[in-house]
């Protein structure tokens, strides 16, 4: 019998995605129909792929959220975003999205839209999600607290846990140590993007001062064999993101044997693929493990390990985590 094709196996592996954007997955057309919503007239330039760095990426995700500016919105935002996802077999989402950067929206009526597409993914794909609401670290650890108290004000059942995004570099972990106490002693999760454009000691930090077994991406964890050796000691669970990397990170060739995904794999890190800002980087799931399957080798068996990985690593309680791995093995 012909063996299946790289794609078609990806494409029968039942996922979770642990790292992906709310803002971040609103392809171009989406975003240029909520645009003509609030300036019929606009002139919306052709999408491009690929970002120079960080910062130019995080200048398009901000034009992004200027029009998510009701429950409609986000919504309807919400509903494509898990739309693709079901295109890519996912069974399980944990989404991020950025309460900050909608002015003039109220945080429940954020959660109202977003929570209600989630309902519509359970009874059209049978899928289960939470949210995560991330503070953007550039706005500082005092207004960190203030989110944490929007966050604590409005609990909502998938509401599990929170997350530290945007311009990592100059904004180190250390100063959110106490912000991130809090919401441990408060009952929520807790992660980080960290290691992405910053050096291991962030990683490190991220991992001992902010109390993190879930990191977002921390790439640069390769450059400190000690901490390698100690998070696959604590069973740290990384979401990378492949196609991410090539535009946000020194590595650039997913080819390269010494790209840092390769290597965190090779060590014995247990990684999550995830995509991070599919719409913007105009990619999938189902695209993001082929990438890594292919560029790195990976067996069937080594694929189906790391999907399983978002199962029983992420933030479902043990009686959803049991429905889910069902559902996985359905
Ligand atoms: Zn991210």
Same mark, same amino acid.
């Given at each position: 019998?012909?063996?299946?094709? &790289?794609?078609?196996?990806?494409?029968s592996i039942p996922k979770v995605e642990l790292h992906?954007?709310?803002?971040g997955a609103v392809g171009h057309d989406v975003a240029s129909k909520m645009r003509r919503r609030y300036e019929p007239d606009a002139v919306i330039e052709p999408p491009s792929a690929g970002f120079k760095d960080l910062e130019t990426f995080l200048a398009v995700y901000d034009g992004i959220c200027r029009y998510m500016r009701d429950a409609a919105d986000f919504r309807d935002a919400t509903w494509h975003a898990l739309s693709r996802c079901a295109a890519s077999n996912v069974r399980h989402v944990e989404?991020?999205?950025?309460?900050?950067?909608?002015?003039? $929206?109220?945080?429940s009526e954020m959660l109202d839209g977003i929570l209600d597409a989630f309902d519509a993914a359970k009874s059209e794909y049978g899928m289960s999600a939470l949210l995560i609401p991330a503070h953007n670290r550039e706005l500082g650890p005092e207004h960190g607290m203030a989110f944490l108290d929007k966050?604590?004000? /409005?609990?909502?059942?998938? $509401? $599990?846990g929170i997350g530290l995004d945007y311009a990592e570099r100059p904004n180190p972990a250390p100063p959110f140590a106490r912000m991130y106490e809090r919401?441990?002693?408060?009952?929520l999760r807790v992660t980080a993007h960290a290691g992405e454009d910053g050096p291991a000691e962030y990683v490190r930090d991220t991992v001992d001062l902010l109390g993190c077994r879930r990191i977002d991406h921390g790439y640069h964890i390769v450059d400190d064999p000690e901490l390698v050796a100690r998070c696959r000691d604590l069973d740290v669970l990384f979401t990378v993101c492949p196609t991410t990397t090539l535009s946000t990170t020194?590595?650039?060739?997913?080819?390269?044997? /010494?790209?840092?995904?390769?290597?965190?794999?090779?060590?014995g890190l247990r990684v999550s693929i995830a995509t991070d800002d599919p719409g913007l980087f105009m990619t999938e799931l +189902?695209?993001?493990? &082929?990438?890594?399957?292919? +560029?790195?080798?990976?067996?069937?068996?080594?694929?189906?390990?790391?999907?399983? +990985?978002?199962? &029983?690593?992420?933030?479902l309680s043990e009686e959803g985590k049991k429905d889910l791995l069902q559902r996985c093995a359905a």
């Open positions: 019998m012909q063996q299946p094709s &790289t794609a078609s196996l990806i494409a992906l954007h709310l803002e989404m991020f999205f950025s309460p900050d950067a909608h002015k003039g $929206v109220a945080y966050v604590l004000s /409005d609990r909502r059942e998938r $509401v $599990v919401a441990r002693a408060e009952g020194i590595w650039r060739d997913l080819s390269a044997r /010494d790209h840092a995904i390769r290597r965190m794999i090779d060590a +189902n695209r993001e493990y &082929t990438l890594l399957a292919e +560029n790195f080798g990976l067996s069937e068996a080594k694929l189906r390990e790391i999907a399983l +990985n978002g199962a &029983t690593h992420g933030w």
